[in-house]
């Protein structure tokens, strides 16, 4: 790399809002959120959590005051005295927590939207969670499950779940509720536009052969489709909770319908208001105790969450969300980079929690199918345009490492090795420029677009990439910036749709298991349908980028599951079919070895093909900014996982003060 590039790597500690000054023109940055809800998701290991400003696993359970029976006289109403429990310390129950929510929700039914998982996870009831940090699970409206066999999971739902007041009466959660629940995720995504990904919920999927049961009030029978070895885990997503079957408003005959309204959930909290420019939430008065037997080790009190009451504000603007928080009128913030960690560090409202950054595939260069699937040698070029080890040093501040499909930290055993990875992500912008104008690249891609999200305040990551592109091959970068709703429908369209050429995508539940690691990036059951055309099945995913005359596809016949999909002619991908044997055969089996095998020779397959997903490097330290007065927030990876029961479910978080 030249030493003008960007003044070698702006010298690592020069401010990059500064340097980017000269690119004022674009509006504020990319950051996707492209997520099934998460992580959702979601969501390794990868060494000392790090500190953070209180014990995460503190709790204060209520005690009450023993009875005396009745008057005792002087010397024994002394004695009991000294014996009876300390009153309970309700100093931590109590305040308002307030955040910024970047954009209105783009819908309120958790098994649709993917924009809003704070609010899900905060009104609705997961059956566990999965805590990274613990590995282990969380049972929250499960008290209990059994993998029987391969196809089929047992759930034993706790008693005494009950729905908040505005939804069925507030009456008793029972297993048809959710029977009622988890079976309109198909629906939902095949007919009402819904975003959260197959991956969660198609080894339940009625329509490819899987069926449930009820024996009683509380027991959940799953007689999955086919064996899913990640199933549990997908449980731990703030997509997959129980809603009120009275809150569901059907538009025909056998519809499965849309949640009615806002308040249709369990959860701790209750919406309150709601407009376009704030939410409010409150207390659910029916929520469920929780077992002393439940609490230790767990984000659980035994009764209600220790914050009373919570308000976003939505501010759009990036640099007023900053601003926000930096005057102390916001308790959160989030994730944020070295650079930014280093200059917040010390100010009087910030709390800087860091832990191991266990996202590896947390951004990854999307290339649009259509524009590139013809072109191989082209894509390979881009790939090879791309600075690599600049980035880590420029955007990462020094601190990266090289990602995968499956992430190196999170999943070792599955991972590919940092030596295995570079031999495929080689930085060589000579010979990428001379295989650009080898192959026509300056007549086909004259020029490359790109989007960025309009309310974060810093694309810098967008602009290292675009000036890699624009130095190495020539190529002027162009950057559309749009607002959520836009962004999200840009990037999820049919893939012959696509008005971008590249897009850095990103998902939030990466750390939970590999299958929603950077890999659903890949599969044709994950978001490869819809980013990088990787269509297969036809079943709940994007319409395919169909050309005939394209020799890169070929007519099939029929899924082997379903009889609406037996009876339909696939336009398929060669490469979609091997990745998709990948994906099953993986998540067939539950021998690790034989796992770590298959995932390992579909890394190697999908890094040699160079289209249409390229992992960016990930950070080896997680930056998370926090108001000075929240208390007991878990470090990174747990802390703002919906999954891990992070910032937005954990019930032992409190305000100082």
């Not at 990059?16 to 690119?23: E, T």
């Not at 079976?183 to 919920?201: C, H, I, Q, T, W």
């Not at 590919?416 to 007549?443: C, F, H, M």
């Not at 890169?552 to 037996?566: F, I, L, M, P, Q």
Request: hydrophobic share 35%.
């Amino acid at each position: 790399m030249k030493e003008g590039y960007w003044g070698k790597y702006w010298r690592r500690r020069v401010s990059r809002r500064r340097v980017l000054a000269g690119g004022a023109t674009l509006a504020a940055g990319s950051a996707a959120i492209l997520a099934g809800c998460g992580d959702d998701d979601d969501d390794d290991t990868g060494g000392d959590t790090g500190g953070t400003s209180a014990d995460p696993t503190a709790t204060a359970a209520p005690t009450q005051a023993a009875d005396t029976g009745g008057d005792t006289g002087g010397e024994d109403q002394a004695a009991d005295t000294g014996s009876q429990p300390e009153p309970e310390d309700r100093s931590k129950y109590g305040g308002k927590f307030n955040w910024t929510e970047r954009a209105y929700p783009t819908g309120f039914d958790p098994s649709i939207t993917i924009t809003f998982p704070y609010g899900m996870a905060q009104t609705y009831s997961q059956l566990m969670a999965f805590s990274i940090i613990e590995d282990q699970f969380y049972p929250d409206a499960a008290q209990s499950w059994e993998q029987v066999d391969s196809e089929t999971l047992v759930f034993n739902l706790r008693e005494g779940v009950k729905f908040n007041p505005e939804a069925s009466d507030g009456r008793e959660v029972n297993s048809e509720d959710w029977y009622v629940s988890l079976r309109r995720y198909p629906d939902s995504r095949a007919n009402r536009g819904s975003n959260v990904n197959e991956l969660f919920f198609s080894f339940m999927d009625e329509n490819q052969g899987a069926t449930f049961d009820t024996p009683d009030d509380l027991t959940l029978r799953i007689n999955q489709n086919k064996p899913f070895s990640s199933n549990l885990r997908a449980f731990a997503a703030a997509s997959l909770v129980v809603v009120s079957p009275e809150r569901l408003a059907a538009e025909e005959s056998g519809d499965l319908g849309q949640v009615s309204g806002i308040n249709a959930g369990t959860g701790p909290y209750m919406f309150d208001e709601v407009s376009e420019t704030r939410i409010s939430l409150k207390r659910n008065p029916n929520y469920y105790e929780h077992p002393e037997q439940d609490l230790p080790g767990t984000r659980f009190v035994h009764d209600y969450p220790y914050i009373d009451e919570m308000e976003a504000v939505i501010i759009t603007d990036g640099a007023a969300n900053q601003a926000r928080f930096l005057a102390g009128d916001s308790d959160y913030y989030g994730g944020v980079d070295k650079i930014t960690a280093e200059q917040w560090e010390g100010q009087p409202n910030v709390n800087i929690v860091t832990g191991p950054a266990i996202d590896d595939g947390s951004r990854m260069i999307q290339l649009a199918a259509a524009k590139w699937t013809p072109y191989p040698e082209l894509s390979k070029a881009l790939s090879m345009a791309m600075d690599w080890d600049g980035y880590i040093d420029v955007v990462l501040g020094g601190e990266g490492r090289r990602s995968a499909p499956v992430s190196p930290t999170a999943f070792p055993k599955y991972a590919l090795t940092q030596e295995e990875i570079k031999s495929y992500q080689v930085y060589d912008p000579q010979g990428a420029r001379q295989l650009w104008e080898a192959n026509n690249g300056p007549e086909i891609f004259p020029e490359l677009d790109t989007t960025v999200a309009s309310w974060i305040p810093d694309y810098s990551y967008v602009q290292f990439i675009g000036q890699s592109f624009e130095d190495s091959l020539g190529v002027k970068v162009n950057y559309n910036p749009l607002e959520l709703a836009t962004y999200i429908a840009s990037a999820n369209g049919p893939t012959g749709t696509k008005d971008w050429h590249f897009f850095i995508a990103g998902n939030n539940a990466i750390s939970t298991m590999p299958d929603w690691n950077a890999l659903v990036a890949y599969t044709p059951d994950g978001y490869g349908a819809i980013w990088g055309g990787n269509w297969y099945k036809g079943v709940n995913i994007s319409d395919p980028w169909v050309n005939p005359d394209n020799p890169n596809y070929a007519e099939t016949g029929g899924s082997e599951k379903g009889e609406a999909v037996r009876a339909a002619l696939e336009i398929t991908h060669p490469y979609a079919r091997e990745l998709q044997d990948y994906a099953d055969r993986q998540a067939a089996t539950f021998d690790d070895e034989e796992r770590a095998q298959i995932l390992k020779e579909m890394q190697h397959r999908i890094f040699s093909r160079y289209c249409c997903t390229l992992p960016l490097p990930t950070g080896t330290t997680k930056y998370h900014a926090v108001g000075s007065r929240l208390k007991g927030l878990a470090p990174p990876p747990d802390g703002d996982q919906t999954a891990a029961f992070g910032i937005f479910r954990a019930h032992n978080t409190w305000l100082e003060g």
